[in-house]
């Protein structure tokens, strides 16, 4: 097992710390003027996406400089050890092999097979529940879903679900989502269900976490007494997915309908493996089938591409750059589309709590920056919400949009790629004391008039962001956009020298509700 050398002592890093105090001080708009191919030359695709980097705050030879760092910090061995069965979740000596789950290259055979298996045994759960021949304790055929999850067990098939079967498109099955622990959040889905044809999926990959056990038992109680059976009968209402198959077992829950979901696939990383399940049931084998593929081929490039048009390598080194190198801590996704409105939340999470981190894989604390705060809304929407902070705040933050650019051909579906691209360029541009005072002279307002209300229009501008562009939201693209955040996730953890894969962290949390818990009933 190998770890990338201390980042500040790479050969490139003061060479960066250096090109960032010059070109810090610039403005993207102006790298425009002196760049006619810039739009050109900062633009990269490859599986159906496209990444626009050029209203980002660096020039080629800051770039390049990127990519020498990566090079130096010997990413390519890392991504090898990555792909291949290398404890690289070494705190708890596991390996990291999501990419298993969507069948993509991996040198883990053991995983490759453990992962046909739960695929083939997901597969013919589907085909039977789809035909209706799953039947519950008083003999109607189950046709509602409901996944009892919380964290990497509800927000990727969550977002799955919810954008692949946006704006009614009708789902194969119905699927529901609980992961709050608050007896509202099942109560509002219940209130909607049959009992007698309701599945519930107990998803947990410890079958510890008390939220979805909570739930879990709430939704036992409920079927109880709505269908005047036995606790014992109501196990016909629910599957397991867990990595703990004697505590499912436990819970009552029949052998047949537990769902194994490997040590080596983390929470926030398993949407592709048995956490999947709901995903699969409301959207279909196929179209499921086709978001492994595009994970798959974002597997492939990202192993194989060079890194100055490697686009996980791009993404992390330009979030380098805005997070260290400019102190930007605060990174904007907004995608400029309904069906991915459930796209940020998803991130917080896998950027997060993967990265959210301070001491290096030798145990010392880190000297630099590790992951910026992520959040984000759908566009227009945040347009009319916190977008005024980007143009007149005084902080800055980096922004991602997220664009289908042809997902409909309606004016409306038109309005949303023009307001993407407006923002993105309004927010690099700004607007000068000098313009704010023309537009107010224009208008007939007195000198002394311009002169007390023209600060208030000036847009400091110079907000650097990437713009994520594709066709429309597919099976496949989705799969490709979510692999594509994994290893910008994966490739950061590397250069930063920490474990992306462990969260001992939230484990504080845990202990003190106990404990309080414990307290609370004395
Ligand atoms: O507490 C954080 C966490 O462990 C996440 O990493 C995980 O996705 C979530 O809780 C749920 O854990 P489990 O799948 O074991 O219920």
Not at 30 to 46: H, V
Not at 261 to 286: H, M, Q, T, Y
Not at 363 to 373: C, D, F, R, S
Request: glycine share 8%; with cysteine.
């Amino acid at each position: 097992m190998i770890f990338s050398p201390a980042l500040n002592q790479l050969p490139s890093w003061d060479q960066l710390c250096s090109l960032s105090t010059s070109l810090g001080r610039g403005r993207i708009s102006d790298l425009f003027k002196t760049d006619p191919d810039r739009t050109a030359r900062f633009t990269f695709s490859d599986v159906g996406l496209t990444l626009d980097l050029s209203k980002q705050l660096l020039d080629p030879d800051i770039l390049t400089t990127l990519c020498k760092l990566a090079e130096q910090s010997q990413l390519t061995e890392g991504i090898a050890q990555l792909f291949s069965a290398e404890q690289v979740n070494f705190t708890e000596r596991r390996a990291v092999l999501h990419m298993a789950s969507r069948f993509g290259a991996s040198s883990a055979p053991l995983e490759q097979a453990q992962a046909m298996t739960n695929f083939s045994q997901m597969e013919a759960f589907a085909n039977t529940f789809h035909a209706g021949m799953m039947r519950g304790a008083s003999g109607h055929p189950l046709k509602y879903v409901v996944n009892l999850g919380i964290g990497g067990s509800d927000l990727g098939p969550r977002l799955v679900v919810q954008a692949l079967t946006a704006g009614g498109k009708n789902p194969v099955a119905r699927v529901y989502f609980v992961a709050s622990v608050d007896p509202a959040d099942l109560a509002e889905v219940l209130a909607e269900l049959d009992a007698a044809q309701t599945l519930f999926i107990v998803s947990s990959k410890s079958f510890t976490t008390p939220e979805t056990l909570s739930n879990a038992m709430a939704a036992k109680e409920w079927l109880v007494r709505e269908l005047g059976v036995t606790p014992a009968d109501t196990m016909k209402h629910f599957v397991g997915v867990t990595n703990d198959f004697s505590a499912a077992s436990e819970f009552g829950i029949p052998e047949t309908h537990i769902f194994s979901l490997p040590n080596s696939v983390g929470g926030r990383f398993s949407v592709w493996s048995s956490v999947g399940l709901p995903a699969l049931l409301a959207i279909g084998v196929d179209r499921f089938r086709e978001f492994l593929d595009g994970g798959r081929e974002m597997d492939t490039h990202f192993s194989s591409a060079p890194f100055a048009t490697n686009l996980p390598v791009l993404m992390a080194l330009v979030a380098l750059w805005n997070g260290q190198f400019l102190n930007i801590e605060s990174l904007a996704v907004l995608p400029y589309s309904h069906a991915l409105r459930g796209f940020p939340g998803y991130l917080q999470q896998l950027e997060m709590e993967s990265n959210g981190k301070s001491v290096m894989h030798d145990g010392q604390a880190l000297a630099w920056h590790t992951a910026q705060i992520v959040w984000g809304a759908a566009g227009t929407n945040g347009q009319h919400a916190f977008h005024q902070l980007f143009y007149q705040g005084t902080r800055r933050c980096c922004i991602d949009f997220i664009v289908p650019t042809n997902e409909g051909k309606t004016d409306a579906h038109r309005a949303l790629v023009i307001n993407a691209r407006a923002q993105a360029q309004a927010l690099m541009e700004g607007q000068t004391l000098e313009k704010s005072a023309d537009i107010l002279r224009k208008q007939g307002l007195s000198d002394k008039e311009v002169a007390r209300l023209a600060p208030h229009s000036v847009a400091r501008g110079n907000q650097p962001s990437s713009s994520l562009l594709f066709s429309s939201l597919t099976p496949k693209t989705l799969g490709a956009l979510i692999a594509l955040y994994e290893h910008k996730t994966f490739v950061l953890g590397w250069l930063w020298g920490i474990n992306s894969f462990d969260q001992f962290g939230v484990e504080l949390g845990k202990t003190m509700a106990r404990s309080l818990q414990g307290t609370a009933h004395a």
